[in-house]
């Protein structure tokens, strides 16, 4: 039996649009974490400041403060704020994945959904930028590059990170594949409201289609999709499902990391709203994120909590509503198993038919001579 790579996932808010505050408690968790001798700590999307939840339930136009707190509180890759962590992670010599919104010096405005992957040295050894904002994160971040699609080659296993929505992308998820990936984390928001959650707005249906003609169904009615039904986004569905399926895919282990919605990211995203009642609803009833871990056949592999002051391990299968880190031990030496009857980037792969090329220069706005 191989030796086994302890995993830490941080299931936190942040200190809501304070870069400050959310680093400190950054920082805290890692070393909490790294007491009980965890090897890779992990965080959330977009921790440090926060993500920017105001834009799926506020109109533009009612947003600018809010951009500009987000644009003030983003932090640069080689800020204090990082440095800090980076200083964190060599003095414990753990890995440390983090999200962050990060701002650039070329531009007052421009913001990148990020995460860093820094060794336990201290250096980064990877840095993404996600390569598309997904539907209303438009409205703050600009899209990213190849640069990062890379995995890191540590002593606790070969890592890769991809946040979001970047984890339903095939192409990128191959392209983790393709490097012999055996950690995939995928980082996630608290909430990601797709519809204001139902019974906040007058309702025009009862959820149910009537079937004319020759339909199906008792009465006739029929069941439908939950798309039809216009059902909110369920983030632990929806989430899992994305991961489970690179986990089989890549026999790798999966760590899904979310955030968790704080009191004070309801109080700044209503304050200001013209609705602010439906704004405050519409947060506290959307469908929270889960931190868990997946094994290399894509199945829910439980991990555990530590009490810090009793030291006792109670097994969860996820978080979800509280804050907290959970924990699991696993052993890379159950990626190989899985790869006699699927290695999609090498004796499962049909590499004369097919080729994928991967653009991995960083995008930058001139080239000065």
């Not at 870069?19 to 992990?42: C, D, F, H, R």
């Not at 947003?63 to 204090?80: C, P, T």
């Not at 955030?259 to 995203?269: C, P, R, T």
């Amino acid at each position: 039996m191989g030796e086994l790579t302890r995993i830490a996932a941080c299931h936190a808010s942040p200190v809501f649009l304070s870069a400050k505050g959310t680093t400190a408690k950054a920082i805290s968790l890692i070393q909490e974490a790294a007491k009980n001798k965890a090897n890779l700590v992990v965080f959330p999307e977009s921790y440090i400041p926060a993500f920017p939840i105001w834009s799926a339930l506020r109109a533009p136009s009612e947003n600018h403060d809010l951009f500009k707190r987000m644009a003030v509180e983003s932090i640069y890759v080689d800020g204090d704020e990082v440095n800090a962590i980076r200083a964190t992670a060599k003095q414990f010599g753990v890995l440390v994945s983090l999200g962050f919104s990060e701002k650039v010096r070329y531009s007052s405005a421009t913001l990148f959904n990020s995460n860093i992957l820094i060794g336990t040295d201290g250096e980064i050894l990877v840095h993404h930028r996600k390569l598309m904002p997904t539907f209303y994160e438009k409205l703050t971040w600009a899209p990213g590059d190849g640069y990062g699609l890379q995995v890191a080659d540590t002593p606790f296993g070969k890592i890769g990170a991809l946040i979001c929505g970047e984890n339903t992308n095939p192409l990128a998820l191959y392209t983790m594949t393709a490097q012999g990936e055996q950690i995939h984390i995928s980082s996630w928001p608290a909430i990601w409201p797709t519809r204001i959650p139902e019974g906040i707005l007058p309702s025009t249906s009862d959820g149910v289609v009537t079937v004319n003609g020759n339909g199906n169904g008792s009465g006739g009615k029929a069941s439908v999709s939950s798309v039809a039904r216009g059902a909110n986004y369920d983030n632990v569905a929806a989430n899992r499902t994305r991961a489970a399926a690179h986990c089989f895919g890549a026999k790798c282990f999966g760590v899904l990391c979310a955030g968790v919605l704080g009191a004070d990211a309801i109080e700044i995203a209503t304050s200001g709203s013209s609705a602010p009642e439906i704004v405050s609803k519409g947060l506290q009833q959307s469908s929270r994120g889960a931190t868990m871990f997946l094994d290399t056949t894509g199945t829910l592999l439980p991990g555990f909590t530590i009490d810090p002051e009793t030291s006792v391990h109670e097994q969860r299968d996820l978080l979800q509503e509280k804050e907290g880190i959970l924990y699991v031990d696993v052993n890379l030496e159950d990626c190989i198993e899985g790869k006699q009857y699927h290695d999609l980037a090498g004796g499962y792969q049909r590499l004369d038919v097919f080729e994928l090329k991967v653009n991995r220069r960083r995008r930058e706005p001139a080239s000065f001579e």
